[in-house]
């Protein structure tokens, strides 16, 4: 018999017979999009769960992203990461703006804010930090530097849904944080997305741009783009949040069983725990030095062959695609941590529905080749 199939991740999906309902009042209503009854309905259970006030959905999060820097009126240069999914920089390309690059710090794997001010010219807007794998940046210094220069800050926080710091939720930091709802991250609506909004004359103008700019039947007030959420995705996101913390529960049990079973194995290291609130365990990287027998490509095809689908998230840098080679900031010399760790991470299958003998199987098969 062939071995289960074990991906990076899988969408977590609740009973469908308890999903029937909400489609019945969709049925009944025949509102389907334009923040119809689970559109608003979402919108709050969302804020009251994530500790915030305002919160605009979106279709996905990538056009959350190019809406927050519409909303901001960004232009010119911003920086941020190499070390995250493409959508981070492409949203600044979409926007005719000019992504710069800056190294990570090795440990958290988030932008380094020692390496920010060098980086900063006349042309500097904005800075666009990722909490990568729902780590949180160092905020406070992002913010001091932001203050300093007069910047704004957009985090990309797709990575940190129901991330919590002692202060509360890691997303009321920066002037918006932009949300994924993907069909694989921790809370997902099949797809979608948010945008964390400081007040409520933001989350208006928001609100605004992502229905084309329409404020009523004869007036459009700005470039708006169509990035409403519809009805049955934001249903099934008020039937998610219903299973949210059973399932960040299951994925901390999965990130401590890893963690037990990889202790001790030559060249195999954990990243650090976030341990200053409230993690969501949304991702479980490890990376592969070179006191492990094999190097990382090649542990990766190991594990493939046993029918273990890790991912190289993230690699390539961002900055290494053709779009981005040819900027200065660009240059591997200039990214030495994040060239490193993009050359030996290795995102390992954590989804709620993993086993602790699935979760053995794959350390065994990372043991065997030690």
């Given at each position: 018999?062939?071995?289960?199939?074990?991906?990076?991740?899988?969408p977590?999906?609740?009973?469908?017979d308890?999903?029937?309902p909400?489609?019945?009042?969709?049925?009944?209503?025949?509102?389907?999009?334009?923040?119809?009854?689970?559109?608003?309905?979402?919108?709050?259970?969302?804020?009251?769960?994530?500790?915030?006030?305002?919160?605009?959905?979106?279709?996905?999060?990538?056009?959350?992203?190019?809406?927050?820097?519409?909303?901001?009126?960004?232009?010119?240069?911003?920086?941020?990461?190499?070390?995250s999914f493409?959508?981070?920089?492409h949203?600044?390309?979409?926007?005719?703006?000019?992504?710069?690059?800056v190294?990570?710090?090795?440990?958290?794997?988030?932008?380094?804010?020692?390496?920010?001010?060098?980086?900063?010219?006349?042309?500097?807007?904005?800075?666009m930090?990722?909490?990568?794998?729902?780590?949180?940046?160092?905020v406070?210094?992002i913010?001091r530097?932001?203050?300093?220069?007069?910047?704004?800050?957009?985090?990309?926080a797709?990575?940190?849904?129901g991330?919590?710091?002692?202060g509360?939720?890691?997303?009321?930091h920066?002037?918006?944080?932009?949300?994924?709802?993907?069909?694989?991250k921790v809370?997902?609506?099949f797809?979608?997305?948010a945008?964390i909004?400081p007040?409520?004359q933001?989350?208006?103008?928001?609100?605004?741009?992502?229905?084309?700019?329409?404020?009523?039947?004869?007036?459009?007030?700005?470039?708006?783009?169509?990035g409403k959420?519809?009805?049955?995705s934001?249903?099934?996101?008020?039937?998610q949040?219903e299973?949210?913390?059973?399932?960040m529960?299951?994925?901390?049990?999965?990130?401590t069983?890893?963690?037990?079973g990889?202790?001790?194995?030559?060249?195999?290291?954990?990243?650090?725990?976030?341990?200053?609130?409230?993690?969501?365990?949304?991702?479980?990287?490890?990376?592969?030095?070179p006191?492990?027998?094999?190097?990382?490509?090649?542990?990766?095809?190991l594990?493939k062959?046993?029918?273990?689908?890790?991912?190289?998230?993230?690699?390539?840098?961002?900055?290494e695609?053709?779009?981005?080679?040819?900027m200065?900031s660009?240059?591997?010399?200039?990214?030495?941590?994040?060239?490193?760790?993009?050359?030996?991470?290795?995102?390992?299958?954590?989804y709620?529905?993993?086993?602790?003998?699935?979760?053995?199987?794959?350390?065994?098969?990372?043991?065997?080749?030690?």
């Amino acid at each position: 018999m062939a071995e289960k199939k074990l991906f990076v991740t899988q969408p977590n999906l609740p009973p469908l017979d308890e999903f029937i309902p909400y489609l019945e009042d969709i049925w009944q209503s025949r509102v389907l999009t334009n923040g119809g009854p689970m559109h608003q309905r979402l919108e709050q259970s969302l804020c009251e769960y994530l500790g915030v006030d305002h919160l605009a959905l979106f279709n996905n999060g990538t056009i959350a992203l190019l809406v927050a820097l519409q909303a901001l009126r960004i232009t010119g240069e911003v920086i941020t990461t190499p070390y995250s999914f493409v959508a981070t920089a492409h949203s600044l390309l979409w926007r005719g703006i000019k992504p710069v690059f800056v190294d990570i710090d090795p440990l958290s794997m988030n932008l380094d804010p020692a390496l920010i001010e060098a980086a900063i010219t006349p042309h500097t807007t904005a800075i666009m930090p990722v909490h990568c794998y729902g780590n949180p940046c160092d905020v406070e210094q992002i913010q001091r530097i932001a203050d300093t220069y007069n910047l704004r800050v957009i985090y990309d926080a797709a990575h940190a849904f129901g991330v919590r710091d002692a202060g509360g939720s890691v997303l009321r930091h920066g002037d918006l944080s932009v949300l994924s709802f993907h069909a694989t991250k921790v809370f997902n609506t099949f797809e979608g997305g948010a945008i964390i909004c400081p007040d409520a004359q933001t989350k208006q103008r928001i609100d605004q741009l992502k229905n084309f700019g329409i404020t009523d039947e004869v007036s459009v007030v700005a470039p708006g783009i169509n990035g409403k959420m519809n009805e049955i995705s934001a249903a099934f996101g008020l039937l998610q949040l219903e299973y949210i913390e059973q399932s960040m529960a299951a994925r901390r049990q999965i990130d401590t069983w890893y963690r037990v079973g990889l202790a001790g194995i030559p060249g195999i290291r954990c990243a650090q725990v976030f341990a200053g609130g409230k993690a969501n365990y949304s991702y479980f990287p490890v990376l592969v030095d070179p006191q492990y027998s094999l190097k990382r490509d090649e542990l990766y095809a190991l594990l493939k062959s046993n029918e273990i689908y890790a991912r190289r998230y993230f690699f390539p840098l961002i900055s290494e695609f053709s779009m981005y080679q040819g900027m200065p900031s660009a240059h591997r010399g200039n990214l030495p941590h994040a060239t490193q760790v993009s050359a030996r991470v290795l995102c390992l299958p954590i989804y709620p529905d993993l086993t602790e003998a699935d979760v053995e199987r794959v350390v065994e098969v990372i043991r065997r080749a030690a």
